[in-house]
């Protein structure tokens, strides 16, 4: 653990238990690689005992529709999951798996929340090794996210006026969420599709505000990345924690482009 404020929380992703005998060369790392089939095996994580924030915001607790993948589809992206003639969308907002397990499993991996497990195969806890086989689609961002209609199991599309587009955080947020802006650091709430000035957070579904960096001394905001002083990692604001990993080449980390760079 660093002493630094930017590596506070970092998550790597997805949990994928690394005390797995068959587990080699686990470094944190996950695939950008989509697999032109969109196949993939799913298994699950959060939950009960299991809780952890995510890398583009929020938490994996179990009661939403999340996924990880974001390195392959980017934070906030809708993603379409099929099998058994079912279909659930959720959202992308963790990183992982780490590329150990797909080489354990000798196929791409899916994580997503319990509920995904639940809905397609009656199990909440799925692992790799049960070789639960899912396709996934990237739908749009406007589409509802959970379970499909259940009369043609086709994404059912929300009301385009709930969900509102941040420059701050570069993509579409749903209503009830509350940004603190990049540019003059106020308080906005997503409702009917427009940004409403707000006081304060309360009532709000969740906040994206600005991170603390002890390497600057003050407070930026989110997307942007600094170079940490405690060990030189390089780390980004993604509206509630320091996450990483960072590609300084691509100027870009966990939720998107980096909106400043800021190095040693």
């Not at 653990?1 to 690394?18: C, F, R």
């Not at 470094?27 to 989509?34: C, L, M, P």
């Not at 990483?244 to 482009?257: F, K, M, R």
Request: net charge negative; hydrophobic share 30%; aromatic share 6%.
């Amino acid at each position: 653990m660093v002493g630094e404020d930017e590596a506070l929380d970092a998550t790597a992703g997805a949990s994928i238990g690394k005390s797995d005998a068959r587990l080699r060369g686990c470094n944190g790392v996950a695939s950008k690689s989509i697999p032109a089939s969109g196949k993939y095996l799913l298994t699950t994580f959060g939950g009960p005992g299991d809780h952890q924030s995510m890398s583009c915001g929020g938490y994996a607790d179990g009661t939403t529709w999340y996924a990880a993948s974001r390195q392959r589809y980017g934070c906030g992206t809708k993603l379409k999951m099929e099998a058994n003639g079912k279909c659930v969308v959720v959202t992308a907002l963790d990183y992982g798996p780490d590329v150990c397990v797909e080489t354990a499993a000798g196929q791409p991996i899916l994580d997503a929340s319990p509920l995904v497990g639940k809905h397609l195969f009656g199990e909440s806890g799925v692992g790799y090794s049960d070789q639960l086989a899912v396709e996934v689609t990237p739908v749009a961002a406007s589409t509802k996210v959970g379970p499909c209609a259940p009369s043609t199991e086709e994404p059912a599309p929300d009301d385009p006026t709930t969900t509102c587009l941040s420059s701050t955080l570069d993509r579409e947020v749903e209503a009830g969420v509350c940004v603190q802006d990049a540019d003059d650091a106020k308080w906005y709430q997503c409702n009917g599709g427009s940004w409403v000035s707000r006081a304060s957070t309360s009532g709000c579904s969740e906040t994206f505000a600005w991170c603390s960096s002890a390497t600057l001394g003050r407070k930026m905001p989110p997307r942007t990345c600094v170079q940490a002083a405690s060990n030189g990692t390089w780390y980004q604001c993604n509206g509630q924690n320091w996450v990483s990993p960072v590609s300084v080449a691509n100027q870009e980390g966990p939720i998107g482009d980096c909106s400043t760079m800021h190095p040693l």
